[in-house]
C-alpha cells in the first residue's frame, strides 16, 4: 500500500481546541535504513509493527505496510529497538474532507510540533488549518526515525 502524505510544522497550540481526540504514543525502531524502516509503536491499548519503503524523491509518497500486534509482544519488541524513542501526544484534527495528524513531541524532541494529512493522490487539494506554518514534507530530518538519531534538542534554532 502507498501512504501519500504531507506535512507542516504548526504555529501554536490552537488546533487542540479542534482535536476530536487525543492519544499518546510511543515507538521505536527495529531498523531505520530508509529504504526499509521497521517501526513499533504503542498507542493507548494498541500496538503496531510498521514497514515503510523509501520516499519517492518529492518525499510525498512511499510504501508502508502495517499489522496490529498484541501489546505485550510490542513492549518485548520494544527492547530489541535501536536506541531512542519517540515519545508524543497525537491530536486528531478534521479539517473539511481531511483529518490532520498533529504531534507533539516530548522526550528528547521536546518543543516539536508536526501535522501530517494523508492524501488518495500527490495532487489532492486540501484546505490548510491556520495554525499551519511551513511545511516540510520531503525533508528527511523531520522523519520520525530520523528523530531517533538527531533528536530536536540537539538542532541550533
Known sequence: MTEIERKFLVEGDTFKKEATKKLYFVQAY????????????????????????????????????EKEIDVNEAKELLNLCEDGKIEKYRYLVPKG?????????????????????????????????????????GNSAYYNSSLISNPFKNWKS
Open 30 to 65: 527495529l531498523n531505520t535504513d530508509p529504504d526499509r524502516t521497521i517501526r513499533i509503536r504503542i498507542t493507548d491499548d494498541n500496538a503496531f509493527i510498521t514497514i515503510k519503503g523509501r520516499s519517492s524523491s518529492n518525499g510525498l509518497s512511499r510504501y508502508e505496510w
Open 97 to 137: 474532507d481531511h483529518i490532520f495528524e498533529v504531534d507533539e513531541f516530548h522526550g528528547d524532541n521536546e518543543g516539536l510540533v508536526l501535522a501530517e494529512v494523508e492524501l488518495g493522490s500527490e495532487e489532492e487539494d486540501f484546505e490548510k488549518p491556520r495554525w499551519i506554518k511551513q511545511e516540510v514534507t
